[in-house]
């Protein structure tokens, strides 16, 4: 059971480059998140989604889409990278039902946008 | 709408010494309320929640933590903290009804001197 998994761990990216961020759970959970993690900001929620083929916006969507076409993948893009969007990117998960307050986070990736 | 604050950014605290995190809430509805840690270079971990019933909720590594509604506070604190417990710590709260929107402190980061 490795739990919440995230690829890549790290990159480099220069602007105006494009890149996916993959986050995959084999806990069968519902729920999947993703956030970004800037010094002095916590975590702010970018987009999630409650369901197979369902995402919504978080707090600060722009720059980003995402895809849930499988219920245990769920991936984040950055279409035209930007300087701004170099950040710690963490993905989560939870349950539906019981247990759905705890989210269960990924090791995140460290994204440079140069 | 639902808010989180931390009143440290940076709490440095000689090894087993007491230590008293602080965590301030808003919000216009019932929540639930956490505490997750994270070490370095690592995702973020659930430390404690507060669901509901006993008001101290004890959590993993000795931490604890006191739901205080009047004050809207929910405050952490372990007895005698240890070499390992250096981490960034964050409070969240959320909505106890509904989608289960999470709103993430900015962290506290504790220092542990030997």
């Known amino acids: 059971n490795a739990g919440v998994t995230q690829t890549p761990k790290f990159r480099v990216l220069k602007t105006g480059q494009s890149m996916t961020l993959l986050c995959a759970q084999d806990?069968?959970?519902?729920?999947m998140y993703w956030y970004r993690q800037d010094p002095g900001m916590g975590l702010r929620l970018i987009h999630y989604s409650v369901g197979e083929g369902t995402t919504a916006k978080g707090e600060v969507p722009d720059g980003y889409n995402v895809s849930r076409l499988k219920k245990q993948n769920f991936l984040l893009g950055l279409e035209s990278a930007a300087p701004s969007q170099t950040s710690v990117y963490f993905c989560a998960s939870s349950y539906v039902g019981a247990g759905t307050d705890t989210q269960y986070f990924g090791p995140g990736t460290r994204l440079t946008v140069l | 709408a639902q808010s989180v604050t931390q009143l440290d950014s940076q709490v440095p605290v000689f090894e087993e010494a007491p230590v008293e995190l602080r965590c301030n809430y808003s919000s216009s509805v019932s929540v639930y309320l956490f505490w997750y840690v994270q070490y370095p270079n690592q995702g973020l971990q659930l430390l404690l929640k507060?669901?509901?019933?006993?008001?101290l909720v004890k959590g993993i590594n000795g931490f604890e933590a006191e739901f205080n509604k009047s004050q809207t506070s929910f405050h952490l604190g372990k007895p005698s903290v240890h070499i390992s417990d250096t981490a960034e710590y964050f409070c969240a709260v959320m909505n106890s009804g509904g989608y289960q929107k999470v709103t993430f402190g900015i962290g506290t980061k504790l220092q542990v001197i030997p």
């Open positions: 806990m069968n959970h519902e729920y």
């Open positions: 507060y669901l509901s019933g006993s008001t």
